[in-house]
């Protein structure tokens, strides 16, 4: 393991006061995507105003990622000689969960910001994103708006018209497809934020972490996180935050899709909305879903594979859900 200053133990806050401007920490975990990590940070050393630090949390198996930031750090331009970076490598961190919250243990500034390994921002979104909290001391959370997702073809749309309904609605997709509509709009309340591109103040914070029972890839992990935020906290998209999210393919798993929005969905519900018949009979509704789904995909293949995930992933959400590991 290798570190820039700092070891893994937790940091004392540094929380901005009243009449202090708020500090930012860009907070990273990545997994053997050199290439992708490499433009993020170029991305973030571009920016017309500059976070305090970077910290990385790398469970890559080389340190290919960690040479190629370290150079671009080593090159930065003196206008961001303030910008700090801190990194760390560790194969043997074996969940993004885990490499979260060791990155939460490192924060030391007023507001914390995760964002993937796989994005590119626009010049002006650090700016943006500290004039937004600068301007609004009551905002515990603030995410910006994704530019490059688009809406799925009529039968996706159709499918998630029938069967996504209660706490499983998805109120960000909306706003993420009318990201050119939006550019200038005001910020908008939302129930979750994507943990591509998620920010929250350390003091409302303080304390909460991700859940640990949680392995490889995490899912759910952001909207969990979310979910367990103190009462009465207020979080919301501003879509003059902006970045492109290229969901790379590099370090994930030969997989059905399918089997990745199930262990997430079904996590989430068994973790928080396992409860009044609504939210039940939501969950029912929407595994029958996905059950419709994979058994077409079965058919396609002339194979059980899809189902078969299917269903591992249900059991994996349930078990983990319900806090095994």
């Known amino acids: 393991m290798s570190d820039t200053e700092t070891t893994n133990s937790h940091l004392p806050l540094a929380v901005a006061g009243a009449d202090e401007a708020p500090t930012l920490a860009v907070l990273i975990p990545t997994l053997n995507r050199p290439h992708d990590l490499v433009i993020a940070v170029k991305t973030l050393l571009e920016q017309t105003r500059f976070p305090q630090e970077l910290i990385i949390m790398d469970q890559s198996s080389s340190d290919e990622s ?28 074996r969940s993004l969960a885990l490499a979260r919250n060791l ?59 029938v069967f996504v309904h209660g706490p499983f609605f998805d109120d960000r997709q909306e706003i993420y497809y009318r990201a050119n509509e939006l550019r200038e709009a ?3 309340a939302v129930s979750r934020f ?6 929250f103040r350390t003091d409302r914070t303080e304390g909460l972490r991700f859940d640990p029972n949680l392995k490889g890839s995490s899912e759910g992990e952001d909207v969990d996180y979310c979910q367990h935020l103190p009462a009465g906290s207020r979080i919301e998209i501003d879509p003059k935050v902006r970045l492109v999210h290229k969901a790379s393919l590099a370090a994930r ?20 909305w396992r409860r009044g018949l609504r939210n039940r009979a939501a969950f029912a509704w929407l595994m029958c879903g996905f059950g419709i789904l994979s058994l077409a995909a079965s058919a396609r293949r002339f194979s059980l594979a899809p189902w078969r995930s299917f269903i591992t992933a249900l059991q994996y959400g349930k078990k983990v859900g319900l806090g095994g590991n």
């Open 66 to 93: 960690e040479r190629q930031v370290r150079a671009l750090f080593d090159m930065r331009p003196p206008k961001a000689a303030c910008f700090e970076l801190r990194y760390t490598r560790d194969p043997n961190i």
């Open 103 to 161: 990155l939460l243990d490192q924060n030391r500034c007023s507001i914390f910001l995760f964002l993937d390994d796989d994005v590119e921002l626009e010049p002006e979104f650090v700016e943006k994103l500290m004039e937004a909290y600068a301007g609004d001391s009551g905002v515990t959370g603030i995410s910006g708006i994704i530019t490059n997702y688009k809406p799925g073809g009529f039968a996706a749309r159709t499918w998630s018209h």
């Open 186 to 188: 005001g910020r908008i």
């Open 194 to 199: 994507t943990g591509a591109l998620m920010s």
């Open 253 to 272: 798993k030969d997989e059905h899709w399918i089997a990745s929005v199930v262990r997430g969905s079904s996590y989430v519900y068994y973790r928080n």
